[in-house]
């Protein structure tokens, strides 16, 4: 059982930087993936960061040269988000997963919010 917690969403304007935080808890062992999510309303929960243990990174094509996913550890991960859009209003959910799995384990969420 892998339990996350996040932080650090917010209200900010447009062009402005927020850094969300994740804190994951519980036995992580073995190959595995920590990283974000996002759900607009109305939309689809899609992508925006992951890294794996070994630190590969993979990012949503929405965010790339935005957004930085960095792992500090087996349990923390952070994401730095730049040049904030409106369209990046979403809740944004930790996730973790291991690489021999689909079982998904999901944080309670964060609201961004960028307003224009």
Request: proline residues 3%; aromatic residues 12%; hydrophobic residues 30%.
């Amino acid at each position: 059982q892998v339990r996350l917690k996040e932080s650090g969403g917010g209200l900010v304007q447009a062009g402005e930087s927020l850094r969300l935080s994740c804190e994951a808890s519980g036995s992580i062992f073995e190959e595995n993936f920590l990283g974000w999510y996002r759900e607009a309303p109305g939309k689809e929960r899609e992508l925006v960061a992951t890294a794996t243990n070994g630190g590969q990174v993979n990012y949503g094509d929405s965010v790339k040269g935005r957004f930085t996913i960095s792992r500090a550890n087996a349990y923390t991960v952070y994401l730095q988000m730049n040049s904030l859009e409106p369209e990046d209003t979403a809740v944004y959910y930790c996730s973790f997963r291991y690489m021999v799995t689909p079982l998904q384990y999901w944080g309670p969420g964060t609201q961004v919010t960028v307003s224009s």
